[in-house]
């Protein structure tokens, strides 16, 4: 599977962007799909996912200034993402499960939030 990630730009501190993650082949509700974010020289970390379950999760630093949501019939997921802070510069990386052995990763999108 391929995970292609769009959306990212240059945008100034508390603007928006959505971000969008295409796969390749079919996706349905038993696959958890998480969004990660890598700024430099720190570690990825966790923004958003699905979890089995079809529950959403958010990192502790969204404070509800995203959105996650996904379309199975499109093969997408996407990330709403509003009040921007330069601290949310990173790249974006999406990540698709498949069963409890399997994983995807897309390259990535960069987003940079200039003050």
């Known amino acids: 599977v391929q995970l292609q990630a769009s959306g990212g730009g240059l945008v100034q501190a508390g603007g928006s962007l959505r971000l969008s993650c295409v796969a390749s082949?079919?996706?349905?509700?038993?696959?958890?799909m998480t969004w990660f974010r890598q700024a430099p020289g720190k570690q990825r970390e966790f923004v958003a996912g699905f979890d089995l379950n079809g529950d959403i999760r958010y990192g502790d630093f969204v404070q509800g200034r995203f959105t996650i949501s996904r379309d199975n019939a499109k093969n997408t997921m996407y990330l709403q993402m509003t009040s921007l802070r330069p601290e949310d510069t990173a790249i974006y990386y999406c990540?698709?499960?498949?069963?409890?052995?399997?994983?995807?990763w897309g390259k990535g999108t960069l987003v940079t939030v200039s003050s």
């Open positions: 082949e079919s996706i349905n509700s038993r696959n958890t």
């Open positions: 990540n698709l499960g498949v069963g409890p052995y399997k994983e995807y």
